[in-house]
């Protein structure tokens, strides 16, 4: 049996790149699918798989087919919600060193609730996140000033943040020092840039890219599916399609609060040890949030997604 890394992912073949740099294309073996994995893509990019060889036919020159009959343990993983099976997971990307979040404030507009959804889906995967704000060059003054709001938020919270324009080179030397040596999975709404950043640094993998709708400001999916790519100056990204929103799955209510970090470390000081930060007496979060410790947007994420409606959303 033979060794390798996912490098690839179309939804029925995986390309997998062995120990020497050769690629096969494979398919799961039959039994391997239901194996208590619920997920609709029981292997993806970035995962360590074993594979068998088999011929298609009996002629020698036809290429060999791989079956991948096992898949190693994964450190970590990151998932969306399927699109045709809302209750099961989809995963992006396996055994990743950062996820790389490429937001921008226009030419499309990306949702703090966006941003905290991937933050909190990210902590649960104990998956490290870099911040790249994106189109910088097309800021108005509002929205530099908005640029800034969100800055000091994330960076106080411990987040890294870098802001970049693919026009202008700004922030492209530090993005690449940060990628450097390490498989980053990138993401973020269509539009936002992804491709374009990723085809600076790394110019020969020449990805797909589009404009940005005029009407509806929103970005054309041009990444049809995971790949995971070879940095010439260290590393591996991964690209993945754009996506809508970010799907919080296998999270009880009671967790959620902790993955939103800086809620998670001033909740000590609440009254209740159990507490939602909704409705008890003596709550420590909401209090940092009435003088600014925690900023309200975040706190708005958190109940969000603890809650589908508002009905326990106190006002300030």
């Known amino acids: 049996m033979k060794k390798g890394l996912v490098i690839k992912s179309t939804g029925s073949w995986y390309t997998v790149e062995d120990e020497n740099g050769n690629t096969f294309e494979c398919k799961i073996k039959g039994k391997f699918r239901i194996k208590g994995i619920k997920n609709t893509n029981p292997v993806t990019v970035g995962d360590r798989v074993g594979f068998t060889l088999q011929k298609v036919s009996a002629d020698e020159n036809e290429a060999q087919v791989g079956l991948i009959t096992s898949i190693s343990e994964r450190k970590n993983y990151i998932i969306r919600r399927s699109i045709n099976l809302s209750k099961q997971a989809h995963i992006i990307a396996a055994n990743i060193d950062q996820a790389v979040l490429v937001v921008t404030l226009n030419f499309p507009v990306t949702t703090t609730t966006f941003i905290d959804r991937f933050l909190a889906s990210a902590e649960a995967y104990r998956i490290p996140v870099l911040i790249v704000f994106n189109k910088i060059d097309r800021y108005n003054e509002k929205q530099n000033k908005d640029l800034e709001i969100l800055l000091n938020t994330y960076q106080n919270i411990g987040y890294k943040c870098l802001t970049t324009s693919a026009k202008t080179g700004d922030g492209l030397d530090e993005l690449k ?106 709550c420590a979060v909401k209090d940092a949030v009435k003088n600014g410790k925690i900023a309200q947007t975040r706190f708005i994420s958190y109940l969000g997604m603890l809650e589908a409606d508002d009905k326990h959303r106190p006002a300030f």
């Open 177 to 282: 020092k940060a990628l450097k040596d390490k498989t980053n999975v990138v993401n973020g709404h269509s539009g936002v840039g992804k491709s374009t950043l990723i085809n600076i640094l790394e110019p020969g993998l020449n990805l797909k890219t589009k404009e940005i709708s005029d009407i509806h400001k929103t970005g054309k999916h041009t990444t049809t599916y995971s790949a995971l790519f070879k940095l010439n100056f260290g590393g591996y990204i991964i690209d993945t399609p754009g996506i809508k929103a970010f799907g919080m799955l296998e999270m009880e209510a009671w967790e959620i609060s902790h993955y939103f970090v800086e809620i998670f470390k001033i909740s000590e000081n609440c009254q209740y040890n159990n507490c939602s930060h909704t409705h008890e007496p003596g």
